[in-house]
């Protein structure tokens, strides 16, 4: 059974930055794609940012210009730096990696914890 290990959450004042770092707990085959999504309570997770083998990334609308996602393709390892927090960015974080070719997969981390708080 693969999980996948995230790390990098924490309470951080408003303007203030973080990285977030996922990496599976053993070898893989390449992620076909890599996500980070979002859960704030009482709300549904969202996409927040996703980054295809080739390098194409995708973000939503309320953190372009701010969180920026990368991957190291030799360590299968993904990354979220997240710059200018705000307050409406406290959420649980949660890794996925997923390949649509063979062998397919769809792995989840167990999600950090960030906390934008003054």
């Known amino acids: 059974q693969v999980q996948l290990l995230e790390s990098g959450g924490g309470l951080v004042q408003p303007g203030g930055s973080l990285r977030l770092s996922c990496a599976p707990s053993?070898?893989?085959?390449?992620?076909?794609?890599m996500g980070w999504y979002r859960q704030a309570p009482g709300k549904q997770r969202e996409l927040v940012a996703t980054?295809?083998?080739?390098?194409?990334?995708g973000y939503v609308d309320s953190v372009k210009g701010r969180f920026t996602i990368s991957r190291d393709n030799a360590q299968n390892t993904v990354y979220l730096q997240m710059n200018s927090l705000k307050p409406e960015d406290t959420a649980v974080y949660y890794c996925n990696m997923k390949s649509r070719s063979t062998p397919e997969y769809d792995y989840w981390g167990q999600g950090t914890q960030v906390t934008v708080s003054s």
């Open positions: 980054i295809a083998r080739r390098g194409p990334t």
């Open positions: 053993r070898t893989i085959f390449s992620p076909t794609a």
